[in-house]
Nanobody, 120 residues
Framework: QVQLAESGGGSVQPGGSLRLSCAASGSIFSIAAMGWYRQAPGKQRELVAISASGGSTNYADSVKGRFIISRDNAKITVSLQMNNLKPEDTAVYFC??????????????WGQGTQVTVSS
């Protein structure tokens, strides 16, 4: 069984910062990519940032220059440092990982989601 446990999130004023963290645990053989998605009320879930196993990263245009994704392969964690937050960043943020378990099965896993609210 594989699980993703998220931490961080909360409420902040515009211009503030928050840090999200996600730790993977369980029967993990390898992880191809780890990243973050978000879903605002009434909108579809969208990619925020992703980190591939080789170290490359990709960001949504809306967060480039403000958010930084980092990954620790030894600890099997991924973090998202969010700076200069805007009200439009308000959403539920989900950790995502492309994991192959020790039986050789590969699939996507999702965290439970953590709320980020940016409001004055």
């Amino acid at each position: 069984q594989v699980q993703l446990a998220e931490s961080g999130g909360g409420s902040v004023q515009p211009g503030g910062s928050l840090r999200l963290s996600c730790a993977a645990s369980g029967s993990i053989f390898s992880i191809a990519a780890m990243g973050w998605y978000r879903q605002a009320p009434g909108k579809q879930r969208e990619l925020v940032a992703i980190s591939a196993s080789g170290g490359s990263t990709n960001y949504a245009d809306s967060v480039k220059g403000r958010f930084i994704i980092s990954r620790d392969n030894a600890k099997i964690t991924v973090s998202l440092q969010m700076n200069n937050l805007k009200p439009e960043d308000t959403a539920v943020y989900f950790c995502n990982a492309d994991i192959t378990n020790r039986l050789g099965y590969r699939r996507e896993y999702w965290g439970q989601g953590t709320q980020v609210t940016v409001s004055s």
